[in-house]
DNA sequence: AGCAGTATCCGAAACGTTTAGGAAGACTAA
DNA sequence: TTAGTCTTCCTAAACGTTTCGGATACTGCT
């Protein structure tokens, strides 16, 4: 039982299939009942549009493509789940699909994104993980292929679409929360990827200290592989037992804000009277463990339906009217739980030392 | 800057449109420089098959669906980003890609299963959360639509193609590991929806009783609505304050796991010295916590390669041969962590009871 | 020279859709 | 009556690919 086709309708009902087709479409040149029989016709018939015929004639595809490297870490994306939903949620409210242009250990991003732009697979393409350079944002951006990106890079055009979460800004309320606290001996623990997120979140840091222009206060910096759980392990407790231990870590991820609970709890440093810990991303285990970690929330799932609605904007040309603008900063909201608190008594501050 | 196509490349080359097209496909009827300097001249113009006429005319998208609901609970699946992984790569294997049809809150999964499958967009369909009965199984079926689903129903033809965990043997696994460990007073907390992995695991468990025919076993039920976290944590309460407490409960899922142990922290109660608790699905969490929860691995992602494999199998026929069965269950791994033990000694027995 | 066989290429149709550019008839206004 | 304007419908081309069924020229053989 094959699928009806337009040219099916159209004999069964006499007419031509532009008359079908175009009653379908809802084009105002088709007589009411006319119109009527052949809506009848159609659901009767179970009639769907064969959206490669449409796709070849129209040029466009109705895909949204996803670039999704599949490396072998175990987790791709903690709230990858959460993205996909978003996305979806925005693309099918504009009546696109999401297609995964999946990268396998082998391939390049690059090669794979450069097959699916070629092979029109894809009406415009949606890009996660950012680099501070990124050479797959410049490949699309000449190929003059619609593309939105999740971050930005370090030097984006002010036309080029990106929504992103406010990192920076995000730093600096965290570092404003502890100092206000009381805590002057701070820790971050960052990763070696050249991510853009990373920049944001440590120039936030930076700024707020510098603006602070207190000499009393010190900053440590570490640095973990991003998907290495026992660098990131080592990374924790060499901070944690050095001499001049800081009061008070911020974790560039949840998954760095954990390991360094974990460590703390081996330590016996207690979090948190001894330690202050904020992480972000608000991953579900930060909720699970004790003391709960006060975290960032990306609140990804908006941020992706954002994504979705602007790229569809973009690749309808809908932006040109400027409803919108092409950036998009969203707020990152501090989820204050059990990991944070007043810097321990300065009285203690050379006997928690190791 | 249009895409090159198959015509431009011809008449650059002074070749028919068909020569080019079959020295590309790769048949022998070309002569060797020919084909050679066709290959030269798509290799620098950066040819690339235009997917929406090839699919025209071969019937074939090189597209699999994967249907992705999109209720408004937080989390989708905490293992999917594993599962798209799984599968992504299998397809990327056998030259597919991967396309999700995103169900919105307002619609049913049917419905837009029937959408997809009648647009033609899609060669295949892979289905996840198979209920114990499962329409979407039906119409599928009924249709004669290429598919695999990720679990089973209760009345699958034997020729019906699936990809499962054996929770039934994991659950009655786990039933054993614990009687071992002296527990005698079991607890079961599962879930209200009738989804068929609920029915594998709960069967097995009851068998491994039946088996042991022993009378000193007991089993308390618990049920709680799969993505209800309040409710989660008030069976688990529930069940931690009767009268007669288990000594060992087996939950369905790691959510289900995790509230348990939050709640036996709350009222005090020690694991694993007291109470014994054993999840399913190793969700990331269940690493975090203290005491960790013991729990089951599915190895979502090589389950979801395999499925990639079997459904292009199914699709390409090869299947027909018969080097696979259709039907293929995987085992779970138990993942032992600090959160069983032995039973607590007779002695304490009823002084535990709150 | 005549013939079969082979290597190499091509014309044309087909897939299902959209849409530009009419055409035929009916109505309107003078 | 006649020209003009709507309304309603249709013909035909186009999108880019694959593939069936030849066509042509060359080879080797008798």
Redesign the pocket.
Known sequence: M?????????SEL????????????G?????????QRIHQAAKKAG?????????????QTGFIGLLLPLSDRPQIDPFFSEFLAGLGEGLQARARDCFLATVGPAQSELEVLQHVVES?RADGMVLTRIGESDERVDYLNERGFPFITHGRTLNDAPSRCWVDTDGETAFATAFEELYSAGHRRFGLISIEEPMSFRHFRETGLMQAIQQRNDATVSLAIGRTPRFDPAARARAASTMLTSHTRPTAILALTDEIGLSILEQAAALRIDVPSELSVIGFDNLPASEWVRPTLTTFDQRVRETALELGHRLVDLIDGTSGSGQRPAQHLLDATLIRRGSHGPAPGVRHEYTTGN
């Not at 094959?2 to 159209?10: C, G, K, S």
């Not at 769907?48 to 040029?59: D, E, F, I």
């Open positions: 094959r699928r009806p086709t337009l040219r099916q309708l159209a006499d007419l031509s299939i532009t008359t079908v087709s175009r009653a379908l479409a084009y105002s040149d088709v007589a009411h009942d006319t119109r009639y769907v549009p064969n959206s490669a015929g449409k796709s070849l004639v129209t040029g029109g």
